[in-house]
């Protein structure tokens, strides 16, 4: 019983299809100011009408998409190019004061570093 019921929706849809097809070949080939034919050009339209509306929203989400890549990327290379914060930077900033051997001689200066390799070398 399921199986004759179904064979008639499907036989059923198959002449809608048919019917359909060819009211819209007879549709195509008459003016357009025909009236039995306003009802397909008006779906025809709709139809028209949804696909351009379906295909500007998928560009305008791909722009956005891009758009927010491209921000994520700037804000990125921003990350990169950031040494540290300014906390940091102001401690290791030189503020223009002088190392103890600036002013000694070079043996002198040489000896001195000497010293301090050998007692962090001891402790």
Known sequence: MIELESS????????YTQASFAHAKTCVNLPLNTYECKTFWLRLDLVLMGIVAYLIVRLV???VRMKKIYKDHINWLAEQDKVADAAT??????????????DLPQEEAADYIRQNLEAKKSS
């Open 61 to 63: 989400v791909h722009l």
């Open 89 to 102: 930077m102001a401690k290791v900033k030189w503020t223009g004061e002088s190392s103890p051997i600036d």
């Open 8 to 15: 008639n929706t499907l036989a059923s849809f198959w002449q």
